[in-house]
C-alpha cells in the first residue's frame, strides 16, 4: 500500500502541473493555510469529502521539496492519521503535533502541508487522476514583535538592474511570512502584472520585469492573504535603488 501511494504522489506531482487549479478536487480542506502557535500542543485541520465517491486520503508534511520522498523527509511534525479512507458527505480531522525539536525563536518558520485524495478503482478504460492539495504550515513561536495581519505594511521596495533589465525587490524587515496574492507596477502608463509570490522573514525578493526600459520610480499595486485567507490591498512606490541607475 505504501509502495501504491509514493507512485500515486509522484504521479500527482506530474498531474498538478497540467490540472487547472480551479479542478474539483472530492476532499476538501477546510483551511487556505495552518497556524501553529508555538505554545499549543497540537492544531487541527478539517477534511471532507465532497465528492460523489470515497477516497483514500493520504497526508504529510513538507519542507519545501515536494519532489523529496517520504521516507527522506525529516520535518518537526507528526500527523495523524496519516492514512485513511473517508466516506462520502463525511469528515476527518487532522492533528498535527510539534515533535519538540528546535525552532528559531524569532521568526516564522514554513511548512507544507499534502494531501493525496485517491479515488476508486473503475472497471473500463477511464482516466482517472490522484489529485494532491498543499497548503503553507506556519510554526509561529511566542512573542514576536508587531501582528502577522499587519506585516505586509512595513514591506519596503527599490528597483534594481536585473541583468540586461530591470526587476523590483520586495524587503521584509519582520518575523512573519507575506504571502502576495497579487503584485501590479504602474510604470508611466504602463501596467505590469507579476507572479505572487511569499517573502520570508529577514529577507528580499526580486521580482523581474520583463521589457520594460529604464525606469527610475514605479507604483505598487498588491495584495496580501492573512491568517484567515482574507486579502489586504496594499499601495507603495519603488524608487531606483542607490549606486544602481
Not at 495552518?34 to 465517491?53: D, M, Y
Not at 508587531?146 to 521596495?157: E, N, R, V
Not at 511570512?177 to 520570508?200: E, F, M, R, T, W
Amino acid at each position: 500500500m505504501a509502495n501504491l501511494l509514493n507512485v500515486c504522489r509522484r504521479g500527482a506531482i506530474a498531474v498538478a502541473c497540467l490540472i487547472s487549479f480551479h479542478a474539483n478536487a472530492g476532499v476538501v480542506i477546510a483551511a487556505t493555510r495552518v497556524i501553529f502557535p508555538a505554545e499549543q500542543t497540537e492544531v487541527t485541520v478539517k477534511l471532507s469529502n465532497r465528492g460523489v465517491s470515497p477516497f483514500l486520503v493520504q497526508a504529510w508534511i513538507d519542507d519545501g521539496r515536494p519532489e523529496v520522498p517520504l521516507e527522506q523527509l525529516r520535518v518537526p511534525f507528526r500527523l495523524m492519521p496519516p492514512l485513511f479512507r473517508l466516506e462520502v458527505c463525511k469528515s476527518q480531522s487532522l492533528r498535527i503535533f510539534h515533535t519538540g525539536d528546535g525552532m528559531p525563536p524569532d521568526r516564522e518558520s514554513l511548512y507544507w502541508l499534502n494531501v493525496l485524495e485517491v479515488p476508486p478503482k473503475e472497471q473500463g478504460n477511464a482516466l482517472q487522476f490522484s489529485l494532491r492539495s498543499r497548503i503553507k504550515l506556519f510554526y509561529r513561536p511566542h512573542g514576536l514583535p508587531g501582528s502577522s495581519a499587519d506585516a505586509y505594511q512595513s514591506l519596503t521596495w527599490k528597483m534594481a538592474r536585473e541583468g540586461g533589465g530591470w526587476g523590483v525587490v520586495a524587503t521584509n524587515p519582520g518575523p512573519y511570512h507575506i504571502n502576495l496574492a497579487k503584485l501590479d507596477v504602474h510604470v508611466g502608463q504602463q501596467v505590469i502584472s507579476l507572479n505572487p509570490s511569499y517573502i520570508s522573514p529577514f529577507s528580499s525578493k526580486r521580482f523581474v520585469l520583463e521589457k520594460v526600459p529604464r525606469v527610475s520610480a514605479g507604483e505598487l499595486h498588491f495584495s496580501t492573504i492573512d491568517d484567515y485567507g482574507a486579502v489586504r490591498d496594499g499601495l507603495s512606490t519603488a524608487d531606483s535603488a542607490p549606486g544602481r541607475g
